[in-house]
């Protein structure tokens, strides 16, 4: 490339601040962190101070302006305030809120409008490339079962809603299952691995989701099966969570790590 490649970033949480830390050292080629916005003064300020590089503390706003990638890394409630101005300015948004795409051909058009590009990191989910493959022939069945352990499924909204006792089960329990459209509904905050895999594939309608408590587990695990014409395969991964978020695998900010390096490299591999 012809020049580095200015990288802001929306939420220094777990995947932010990973990601950042990652730039700050160098470790991704062709790129440098321009600027990142955090959720408070207090915490830019510490953020801040723990960077080797001082790097600016900007709104939401002015990521936009200032870089070439936005890597979006907020709670879902907050993805427009960063979607909106990226795109309007025609620059690249690295969105890892997967399930705030769900019906956004708004955000294409803003987008194709102004020369913005939308990219969604494969994250914790497993299997994006092949099911990219295979719907170019004809899909005939998309599935994703999630299974997590009882504790970190029993504070969510539908579980308090619905009286479910998810505390000394003896065995997995159904929580919820749908399509994804159906289970975002629910579960927002829980389902970006799925609508990732409904964006490659099927969609939201036609790609199914089951959420399972589980009390045999200690770490989050996403099984993706599909059924196509021109093959059938099935994948698991059980992933490690986060250091600085257990609701976050520890895989998620290594894949927009991998993903920027792929940006700048000679050889890249995958679809």
Same mark, same amino acid.
């Given at each position: 490339?012809?020049?580095?490649?200015?990288?802001? &970033?929306? *939420?220094?949480? =777990?995947?932010? $601040? #990973?990601?950042?830390?990652? @730039?700050?050292?160098?470790? !991704?080629?062709?790129?440098?962190?321009?600027?990142?916005?955090?959720?408070?003064?207090?915490?830019?300020?510490?953020?801040?101070?723990?960077?080797?590089?001082?790097?600016l503390s900007a709104s939401l706003e002015d990521l936009a302006l200032r870089a070439d990638i936005v890597l979006e890394a907020l709670p879902p409630s907050l993805f427009d305030r960063v979607a909106i101005p990226v795109l309007s300015v025609g620059k690249t948004l690295i969105a890892m809120s997967a399930s705030q795409m769900l019906d956004r051909q708004d955000l294409i058009e803003l987008g194709a409008r102004n020369g913005g590009r939308i990219i969604v990191?494969?994250?914790? &989910?497993? *299997?994006?490339? =092949?099911?990219? $493959? #295979?719907?170019?022939?004809? @899909?005939?069945?998309?599935? !994703?079962?999630?299974?997590?352990?009882?504790?970190?499924?029993?504070?969510?909204?539908?579980?308090?809603?619905?009286?479910?006792?998810?505390?000394?089960?003896?065995?997995?329990?159904?929580?919820?299952?749908?399509?994804?459209?159906?289970?975002?509904?629910?579960?927002?905050?829980?389902?970006?691995?799925?609508?990732?895999?409904?964006?490659?594939?099927?969609?939201?309608?036609?790609?199914?989701?089951?959420?399972?408590?589980?009390?045999?587990?200690?770490?989050?695990?996403?099984?993706?099966?599909?059924?196509?014409?021109?093959?059938?395969?099935?994948?698991?991964?059980?992933?490690?969570?986060?250091?600085?978020?257990?609701?976050?695998?520890?895989?998620?900010?290594?894949?927009?790590?991998?993903?920027?390096?792929?940006?700048?490299?000679?050889?890249?591999?995958?679809?």
């Amino acid at each position: 490339m012809s020049h580095r490649m200015k990288i802001g &970033i929306a *939420g220094v949480g =777990a995947v932010g $601040a #990973a990601v950042a830390r990652a @730039l700050d050292r160098g470790d !991704i080629p062709g790129c440098s962190l321009i600027a990142f916005s955090a959720s408070s003064a207090e915490k830019a300020i510490a953020f801040q101070n723990a960077l080797k590089t001082p790097v600016l503390s900007a709104s939401l706003e002015d990521l936009a302006l200032r870089a070439d990638i936005v890597l979006e890394a907020l709670p879902p409630s907050l993805f427009d305030r960063v979607a909106i101005p990226v795109l309007s300015v025609g620059k690249t948004l690295i969105a890892m809120s997967a399930s705030q795409m769900l019906d956004r051909q708004d955000l294409i058009e803003l987008g194709a409008r102004n020369g913005g590009r939308i990219i969604v990191p494969s994250g914790a &989910i497993l *299997g994006i490339d =092949a099911i990219k $493959a #295979a719907a170019v022939g004809t @899909l005939h069945e998309v599935k !994703i079962t999630t299974r997590k352990p009882p504790s970190s499924l029993a504070a969510a909204p539908y579980v308090i809603r619905n009286n479910m006792t998810l505390h000394q089960l003896g065995e997995a329990v159904c929580v919820l299952k749908g399509t994804v459209r159906e289970v975002a509904k629910e579960f927002p905050a829980n389902v970006n691995v799925a609508a990732a895999i409904s964006l490659a594939g099927f969609g939201p309608d036609r790609t199914l989701m089951e959420i399972w408590a589980d009390p045999s587990l200690q770490l989050n695990t996403h099984t993706v099966s599909v059924k196509s014409d021109s093959s059938n395969f099935s994948m698991s991964i059980q992933n490690t969570p986060s250091f600085e978020n257990p609701a976050t695998g520890l895989i998620t900010p290594q894949s927009v790590i991998a993903l920027l390096r792929q940006m700048s490299a000679v050889v890249q591999l995958g679809t």
